[in-house]
């Protein structure tokens, strides 16, 4: 499984004006990926032998296959409906497997390994085969003598989204290779540029996953800038995240080349649709048009439709639901059906209309700036929400991308954020959110990891605040907290940041490889792979003799402590003392709440059958009716009506 399935990137969620999908038979289908790979004999080479764990042992298009395959199996079962198809160009030989979607139809070094479909469990099984047995690939993955033009691959992958996926709306080519300038001549340039607009024009967006090999580096410049759009025609208001190059490492160097592409291709398997396109009203009369992305959401599992399995074979269970009168068991329609609150004690019931007005009585979906503060008054606690990040659109209002980025920039210089107005779509409460700027980042490698925009922090009302309870604090002596701090210096994740990625969510893992080995026939797991279990022997490598040397500080503080007179500090554990102890321990000045011990004259021993007589037995503290049921043999575990009932029934089997 992919290491980030736990993260959700720009545009998990669907956008409300989505195309709808006319093709009856994908109706719920929602992407469409042609993995092309090139096979050439450069990207068929493996590189140098090493002794290096981490050093790469495939060869570029060995990689770009099991990528593929470990895509698909992520797929298969986090996006069901979603299609995917793996097209080689640069074989040998052609597809000529009957029934495929392009065939024979004059595709010269084409090989179209997996057809555009809704991938089943028999074509991953089929790719893990070919990845897995290097006979049967190196009979498929034959390099041509002379060249294959783009421009070729490009028609064929036209000709495929065409054929199998004519309407819908995310269609998208992945391209693999590390032939930086793979036009002939200027004719051929030109020809390949008219058939990726060609692509461009149907709403298939095409992202490159350039490779480099040692001694070569991938020069975009000389052919792919031209044919490569950062952003989609169809949605140019998308955010544009730009692609690196990705190194097939050499001997020992440490770098895998098989993570590297599918830590790229991860970060663009999914779409990005907008949460919601909304006006920006920054002043009186000055609006601007952004959309919202919900960069990181908390995934988890997805049922996908139930099953029946009572007859010959399994089907799909088509649902619907239907309300019923409690007294007559009358089937009642929907528009008898109406909302209800409870207030006093009573329904106060809602038309459909009257819902409605109340819903929409804050207005149209809007962010409208009311006031600028200093970031310094944001205290920390102050969200109640997940933030959503807006991205400026030019749909509506042109110039929208320049008026946005000098606010950006404005707020960046000032130190400042902005609170403001928020709805985001019809029927939503609205919210008052801070308006925070975010810088662009760049990655080790360059490759932008995040761009530049205004992120929307939802804040509390009144309403949602509550006060804490009160703490009591210990303060920490200077020689602890010099102690401490080398083990928390010890103990820092590589570059001081937490990476998701990098720790993946082990019971998400664990659902999927179940299912994955239920429908791959292959044997079950005996046990999760959890990444976040600490390494204990790496921990006590690294900070092993300071944990040590604290624990004996703390130890040796401890005891000085209880020794000592001072009065600002807890002295040892508290230990309950009687109503006629005369030495309760103080705490800051206080003395200490004495314990109760009038539970003997509130019914020990007989007692109680004559409180459950008199009816008065729910008197009695839950610790007399604890040891009256253990003197006695009986449970004290549960609640105090338990206990009373547990009395009850005892006394009333010994006829008392």
């Not at 830590?263 to 048009?289: C, D, M, V, Y």
Request: aromatic share 8%; hydrophobic share 35%.
């Amino acid at each position: 499984m992919a290491e980030n399935s736990d993260t959700k990137r720009p545009g998990d969620e669907e956008d409300d004006d989505e195309e709808e999908i006319d093709d009856a038979n994908y109706k719920t289908a929602k992407d469409a990926i042609l993995f092309a790979v090139d096979i050439s004999e450069s990207m068929l080479q493996r590189p140098p032998p090493s002794d290096d764990k981490k050093a790469d042992r495939d060869s570029p298009a060995t990689a770009a296959l099991k990528c593929a395959y470990q895509l698909m199996q992520q797929r298969i079962i986090s996006h069901p409906n979603d299609m995917m198809g793996i097209l080689l160009f640069g074989t040998e030989k052609a597809d000529l497997k009957e029934g495929s979607t392009i065939g024979d139809q004059g595709f010269p070094h084409c090989y179209l390994l997996e057809d555009l479909d809704v991938p089943s469990a028999q074509d991953v099984k089929q790719l893990r085969d070919l990845v897995e047995d290097e006979e049967q690939a190196a009979e498929i993955l034959t390099p041509a003598k002379e060249p294959v033009g783009l421009s070729t691959v490009l028609f064929c992958a036209n000709q495929i989204f065409t054929t199998k996926a004519p309407n819908f709306s995310s269609r998208r080519l992945f391209l693999v290779t590390d032939n930086d300038n793979p036009a002939q001549s200027k004719i051929d340039k030109d020809t390949t540029i008219t058939r990726a607009r060609d692509l461009y024009d149907l709403g298939v967006i095409i992202e490159l996953f350039p490779i480099s090999r040692p001694g070569h580096g991938f020069d975009r410049s000389k052919f792919f800038d031209d044919l490569i759009y950062p952003t989609s025609p169809s949605d140019p208001d998308a955010l544009a995240l730009t692609s690196s190059t990705t190194k097939i490492s050499g001997s020992g160097d440490g770098i895998s080349l098989l993570q590297s592409l599918l830590s790229s291709i991860n970060s663009k398997a999914t779409p990005r649709r907008a949460l919601f396109s909304i006006p920006f009203e920054i002043a009186p009369g000055l609006q601007i048009g952004v959309k919202g992305f919900l960069l990181i959401k908390r995934q988890e599992h997805v049922k996908s439709c139930y099953v029946w399995v009572g007859g010959e074979k399994p089907q799909i269970v088509q649902g619907s639901t239907s309300h019923l009168a409690d007294d007559t068991a009358r089937v009642v329609e929907k528009t008898e059906l109406r909302k209800a609150y409870k207030f006093g004690g009573e329904a106060v019931t809602f038309s459909e209309e009257e819902f409605k007005q109340i819903r929409q009585c804050f207005g149209d979906p809007i962010i409208r700036i009311i006031g600028f503060k200093p970031m310094s008054s944001l205290p920390i606690w102050a969200n109640t929400n997940k933030a959503t990040f807006i991205y400026p659109s030019e749909a509506d209002y042109i110039g929208s991308t320049r008026v946005f980025s000098a606010l950006q920039q404005k707020l960046i210089s000032s130190k400042k954020m902005g609170v403001a107005w928020f709805i985001p779509r019809r029927n939503a409460a609205p919210t008052i959110a801070a308006i925070i700027p975010g810088e662009e980042k760049y990655g080790d490698d360059g490759e932008q990891v995040m761009p530049p925009g205004l992120w929307l922090v939802p804040l509390p009302f009144a309403d949602d605040l509550r006060q804490c309870p009160e703490q009591t604090i210990l303060k920490s002596t200077d020689e602890l907290t010099d102690i401490m701090s080398k083990v928390i210096h010890q103990l820092q994740l590589p570059k001081g940041v937490y990476d998701p990625s990098r720790y993946p969510n082990p019971d998400l893992q664990w659902f999927y490889r179940i299912l994955q080995a239920m429908a791959l026939e292959e044997e079950l797991p005996d046990h999760p792979e959890d990444k976040t279990i600490p390494k204990y022997r790496q921990i006590d490598k690294r900070a092993g003799q300071y944990i040590e040397e604290f624990g004996a500080a703390f130890k040796e503080e401890m005891t000085i402590l209880r020794s000592s007179n001072r009065g600002d500090i807890i002295r040892g554990p508290l230990k309950k003392r009687g109503a006629d102890s005369e030495d309760a321990p103080a705490v800051h000045g206080k003395l200490a709440k004495r314990v109760k011990t009038e539970g003997k004259s509130q019914g020990d021993g007989d007692d109680l059958a004559e409180m459950n007589r008199k009816g008065t037995l729910s008197k009695t503290t839950v610790a007399v009716l604890k040891d009256w049921l253990s003197e006695r043999g009986q449970s004290t575990s549960g609640k105090k009506a338990d206990l009373i009932e547990r009395v009850q029934e005892y006394l009333d089997s010994k006829g008392m």
